[in-house]
C-alpha cells in the first residue's frame, strides 16, 4: 500500500498566476501543527502578492512503512512547493528537501496558516528574504518584479 493516501485537487477555471508554492503540515488545515516526517497531511497553497488559493491537499497513511518510505512519499507530495512550513523537521528531511530546492519552515507555535499566508505575502510586496527569493526563482516562477532578484542583491 501507498503511504499517500489520497491527493485532492482544487478545480479553479481562473487564469491566476501564482509566484510560489507553498505546503502547510497540518491535520485541520488551520494550523501548522505536524512534524514534517509524520506529518498526515498538506495543505498546499499557490500565493502571490494579492492572493492566495488552496491547490491540493495530501493525506497519507503510513500501515506498515519504514520511516524512509515515509519521508520519500512526503518529499514527493511537496516536490513542487517552495517551501514547506512545519512544526519541526529532521536532518535527513532537511537535507534532502534543500536538495531539490525546497526550503523547510519552522513554526514553534500552531500557527494559522492564514496568518502565515498573510505575513508570506507581506514579504512578497516589502521584498523577500534571501530563502524565499531563492525558493521563487527556484521554482521558476519569479514574475514581474522578481525577474531582477539576482541583479538586485538577492542572490546571496
Known amino acids: 500500500m501507498t503511504p499517500l493516501t489520497r491527493r485532492l485537487q482544487v478545480v479553479d477555471s481562473s487564469q491566476e498566476v501564482y509566484v510560489l508554492q507553498v505546503a502547510f503540515a497540518t491535520t485541520d488545515r488551520e494550523y501548522v501543527n505536524q512534524h ?3 506529518a498526515r497531511a498538506f495543505a498546499i ?3 502571490n ?7 491540493s491537499v495530501c493525506e497519507f497513511t503510513d500501515l506498515d512503512q519504514g520511516a524512509d518510505d515515509k519521508l520519500h512519499a512526503r518529499i514527493e507530495a511537496v516536490a513542487e512547493c517552495g517551501a ?11 537535507r534532502q528537501l534543500l536538495t531539490r530546492g525546497i526550503q523547510p519552515v519552522r513554526v514553534t507555535d ?4 492564514n496568518e502565515l499566508i498573510a505575513a508570506l505575502q507581506e514579504e512578497l510586496r516589502q521584498g523577500p528574504s534571501t530563502w524565499l527569493a531563492n525558493a521563487i526563482r ?3 516562477r519569479g514574475r514581474g518584479r522578481f525577474d531582477s532578484m539576482e541583479a538586485e542583491g538577492w542572490d546571496e
Open 84 to 94: 514547506v512550513y512545519c512544526r519541526a523537521c529532521g536532518a535527513s528531511a532537511v
Open 49 to 55: 502578492e494579492q492572493s492566495a488559493q488552496l491547490l
Open 110 to 113: 500552531e500557527g494559522p496558516i
Open 138 to 140: 527556484s521554482q521558476g
Open 36 to 38: 514534517f516526517g509524520s
Open 45 to 47: 497553497y499557490g500565493v
